[in-house]
């Protein structure tokens, strides 16, 4: 049987994006199978899928906000900024600062910003991974990026631990693509005077998908065995959900269909073309109003 659509998946701690198109290439049978955004193995949560047609979009996919719950722990610095990195640094916490000052720290980091990506990240210099760079042991300037923080706000208690000499506290951040959040954790300990780092995180929503409508390779597998799988395939449409959307007419969808320019009654570069719900076509920008056929789906 042949599959199109996107699956919101709720990947485990402990394995890659690939592991988990990997596994899915062998639960469904079809080698059509991309993923919408990259986690790291520990952060666990919404992993966009894409399946055979719908790997199309699957490029607009990553470029959506993404939504994080997780936990700062200050008190000590490790070299991955998570919890699985060899310790580097330690700053015991003796004096906690205070739940207001937590939170004006926090506040500063909202808007744009400008992050330096962490030496163990995917991020290439001169045509190698930073990671490569860090695991030789080998240092290199990294370039630095700008990104959007919507929303950065702590969700629990200041969990002080004076025997350990740490702090810890819950974080939720809506951020755009391109965030690391590791790094996020170990710029607002330094802004509070700590070494710290990225105790745990979870993905709660990306590419307008949702934990709600996840489910995990073992469910998935259920579901196929069961011919239910239709209960967790999402329509294509999903996968442009953060396209500015435009209803085509009848001749519009003629035109495009044979690859024709067309003029639509919008401004964004980028655009999602539908009739009667039906996704036909992503179209970009050409000159004003004209727009030609990028990736024509019907």
Do not use: W
């Not at 330096?116 to 990294?142: C, F, H, Q, W």
Request: one cysteine or more; charged letters at 25%.
């Amino acid at each position: 049987m042949t599959y199109n659509g996107i699956l919101a998946i709720d990947k485990a701690a402990g394995m890659t994006s690939h592991d988990v198109v990997f596994k899915l290439r062998k639960i469904l049978q079809t080698k059509k199978i991309g993923h919408g955004g990259t986690l790291d193995p520990d952060v666990t949560g919404v992993l966009p899928i894409a399946i055979g047609k719908a790997t199309r979009v699957v490029e607009y996919m990553t470029e959506a906000g993404k939504v994080y719950e997780g936990q700062v722990t200050l008190g000590f610095a490790t070299e991955t900024e998570d919890a699985s990195g060899k310790i580097v640094a330690r700053t015991p916490v003796v004096t906690p600062p205070t739940e207001a000052e937590v939170d004006a720290a926090m506040a500063q980091f909202v808007g744009d910003i400008t992050q330096i990506p962490p030496m163990y990240s995917a991020v290439k210099v001169n045509g190698r991974k930073l990671y490569d760079y860090a695991r030789a042991g080998e240092t290199v300037e990294r370039p630095k990026r700008q990104v959007t923080i919507t929303a950065f706000e702590r969700t629990s208690d200041l969990i002080f631990d004076p025997a350990q000499g740490l702090l810890r506290f819950d974080f939720r951040v809506a951020c755009s693509k391109g965030t690391y959040v590791r790094t996020l954790a170990v710029d607002l300990g330094e802004k509070l005077g700590y070494a710290s780092h990225m105790s745990s995180l979870r993905r709660t929503a990306s590419a307008g998908l949702t934990l709600a409508q996840a489910v995990t390779l073992s469910d998935l597998a259920q579901l196929k065995a069961e011919d239910r799988l239709d209960e967790a395939l999402l329509p294509i449409e999903y996968g442009v959900a953060d396209l500015a959307r435009v209803d085509l007419t009848p001749e519009q969808v003629k035109e495009i269909s044979f690859g024709r320019f067309v003029t639509l009654a919008t401004d964004a570069a980028i655009v999602a073309g539908f009739q009667a719900n039906q996704l036909v076509a992503i179209l970009q920008q050409r000159d004003g109003k004209l727009y030609k056929p990028k990736k024509v789906m019907i």
